[in-house]
């Protein structure tokens, strides 16, 4: 930073140009598009669908607005778009809003620089610093989003006329910068209108006093569509401001949302255990937000947020790994056993359209059933299954659950040689003992959700035994 200009002169004479902050994101926009680069790294699924719309729209310089349920991203696309800022920008000192050295906009800038001349300094600052964000709610005032009059300024013997009187908003600080809304149509219409008034006009009346900010400010905002029509709305001119209203939407492929899981879930590692989640038990709490999303015991208008999946993915190994605790296990691999857990990870997190009292944990256990028989039937064939049937059609029974060591469901792959084609197709070389318990439990309990098996489960135990 020292190298770098440090008066306006200096900045001149480096040939640095000043350009509006929807050039700078479409300049780097293309050079990024140009060197084959991910403009967002990190957002799964949107490659087809919203990406190539948000690229279109900073290629166009539009001011965006994203309507979609909770947990589709939205908000970590707007907070990516400060990577495609430039690292460092000059500003005048001691500027509140990043006035641009060669077209000053407050009072203090132009000042310094009737003063100074190409001798007034300058400062640069990062592009983290150039993004505001607001999360819209109904007590939300013009003097959070515009300004006001600083009193302890007029106490200190400045006209109330003074320009220097005003504490600028969070609009205006964020000037030559993405300035994001979160929830927009939560903001209260009067407010609207004089966040138009500065975005449009240009012209803001603080306390009867008349300030021209000129502001460059790419505006990004986010609203829930059932907010959109219902609780709230945008007024018309606002929404005109909008060049690009882009839908967002759920992951439509069970691998994505599988990857995102895995991307966004915390890691739980264990001084001492090895951690695994077998991609068979992932895709199954991946197929319950899936089946939840079309269910229709689930309030749908709320939606089923990608963070019921992540949640549950954490629950689903929290409980294996306080089963290996309490069993002395030396791996942390989550078992069909464990999955009861995810009834107090997902009631919180989905609305049921239910007025029966108590319903709302059954519902939830019959998601999870539904879901593991459908990840079942897509891992394995039950006509191959026939002979591992027919054992326990001769007497066999099976004790499993939370209790049960990993060890007794290696034994009992060895007495049931049937077994072992289908969990080496499950789990594939990994034949750890926590792996093969895994792979079990899930075979087993398939075959009971096929009716091919019969199951008395009581607490966290299940016994397995032949229909005949």
Not at 83 to 108: F, T
Not at 345 to 360: C, F, N, P, Q
Not at 398 to 417: K, N, R, T
Request: aromatic fraction near 4%.
């Amino acid at each position: 930073m020292t190298s770098r200009p440090a008066t306006i002169g200096q900045l001149r004479d480096s040939g640095w140009e000043s350009v509006p902050v929807k050039e700078e994101l479409r300049r780097n926009a293309m050079r990024k598009i140009a060197a084959g680069e991910q403009l967002f790294p990190g957002v799964l699924g949107y490659d087809d669908t919203v990406l190539p719309q948000l690229e279109n729209a900073l290629l166009a310089g539009h001011d965006v607005i994203f309507l979609g349920e909770r947990g589709q991203a939205k908000t970590r696309m707007i907070r990516s778009l400060v990577q495609l800022l430039d690292e460092w920008l000059p500003v005048i000192a001691g500027s509140e809003i990043n006035d641009d050295p060669y077209e000053p906009v407050s009072r203090h800038a132009r000042d310094l620089v009737a003063e100074k001349g190409d001798e007034a300094p300058i400062e640069w600052v990062s592009r983290e610093t150039r993004f505001g964000e607001k999360l819209a709610t109904p007590d939300t005032s013009i003097a959070d989003l515009i300004g006001e009059v600083d009193p302890i300024k007029v106490a200190e013997g400045r006209y109330l006329s003074d320009e220097l009187t005003l504490h600028y908003g969070l609009v205006p600080r964020t000037n030559r910068g993405i300035f994001a809304i979160n929830e927009l149509p939560d903001l209260a219409e009067r407010i609207q209108v004089g966040l138009l008034n500065v975005l449009e006009e240009r012209d803001v009346q603080i306390r009867g006093y008349k300030v021209r900010l000129p502001l460059d400010v790419m505006l990004v905002a986010s609203a829930n569509p059932d907010d959109y029509t219902n609780r709230g709305r945008i007024i018309t001119p606002l929404k005109d401001r909008f060049g690009s209203q882009i839908r967002t939407h759920y992951p439509l492929e069970l691998e994505t949302e599988v990857a995102i899981a895995k991307q966004e879930s915390r890691s739980l590692d264990v001084p001492g255990k090895r951690v695994a989640v077998p991609e068979f038990l992932a895709e199954v709490v991946a197929q319950l937000s899936h089946l939840a999303r079309s269910s229709p015991h689930v309030n749908q208008r709320s939606g089923v947020s990608v963070r019921l999946t992540v949640a549950n993915n954490e629950t689903l190994l929290a409980n294996a790994m306080r089963r290996a605790l309490r069993g002395g296990e030396d791996e942390v691999v989550p078992r069909v056993s464990d999955l009861d857990a995810l009834v107090a990870s997902t009631a919180g997190k989905i609305e049921l359209d239910t007025v029966e009292e108590g319903r709302d944990e059954q519902i939830v256990e019959n998601l999870v059933k539904a879901a593991l028989l459908t990840t079942w039937r897509a891992h394995c064939n039950i006509g191959s299954l026939v002979d591992v049937v027919g054992s326990f059609d001769e007497g066999r029974v099976v004790h499993a659950g939370e209790d049960v060591p990993s060890a007794h469901y290696v034994e009992l792959v060895a007495d049931v040689p049937a077994l072992r084609p289908h969990v080496q197709e499950l789990i594939g070389d990994d034949e750890s003992p926590a792996m093969v318990a895994s792979a079990v439990e899930f075979l087993l309990e398939g075959l009971h959700l096929s009716k091919r098996l019969n199951k008395d489960a009581i607490g966290g135990r299940a016994t397995y035994r032949g229909r005949g």
